[in-house]
């Protein structure tokens, strides 16, 4: 009798050994698997990152921002304004000299979209994005290859209506 409670104890603990190698043992596998597979998630987090400010902060980057009214004629018209070509090549010198390609970025979502010519755009984003072709023909006229030059639609910044960016960007 003396020795039932020690045999129990031995029994007891082999159980628990025997039920942790089949119960737990697996699960430490997963939880070695999931956290390798996290570091390499955060080691892609981190690559991206870096991409991404070397395309928004990179050294040397130019940025030109105007108003719709600044650049053409009128909230109708295509063309540009005599002071909005004056606005453009003033800025030329400094997108040739930087080498860079140049973004024309619009902001489709938030357009003001004027009711007289809801009839000859389909959306805001057409109306934005006919600016944009314009100011982009305007920097090809003026010596800038069509291969530099990029059309941006940058729908996720909100508030910013009736607006063109310039920019150079590293891509």
Avoid at 100 to 118: L, R, S
Avoid at 144 to 168: A, G, P, V
Wanted: charged share 25%.
């Amino acid at each position: 009798m003396k020795y039932v409670y020690l045999v129990l104890f031995l029994i007891t603990l082999g159980l628990f050994l025997i039920f942790y190698n089949f119960k737990y043992l697996p699960l430490e596998e997963k939880i070695i698997k999931i956290s390798d597979e996290n570091l390499l998630w955060q080691k892609e987090i981190q690559e991206l990152k870096d991409k991404l400010s070397e395309y928004e902060g990179g050294k040397g980057k130019l940025f030109y921002s105007f108003e719709f009214n600044e650049l053409f004629l009128s909230e109708t018209s295509d063309s540009l304004s005599p002071i909005g070509e004056a606005r453009l090549k003033a800025i030329i010198p400094s997108l040739k000299e930087s080498n860079k390609k140049v973004a024309i970025i619009f902001y489709g979502e938030d357009i003001e979209f004027p009711t007289q010519i809801k009839r000859r755009y389909l959306t805001a984003y057409h109306y934005g994005f006919q600016k944009a072709i314009a100011v982009f023909n305007y920097l090809v006229n003026m010596g800038f290859l069509k291969d530099k030059l990029l059309i941006i639609n940058d729908c996720e910044k909100k508030n910013k209506k009736n607006i063109l960016e310039i920019q150079t960007i590293n891509y």
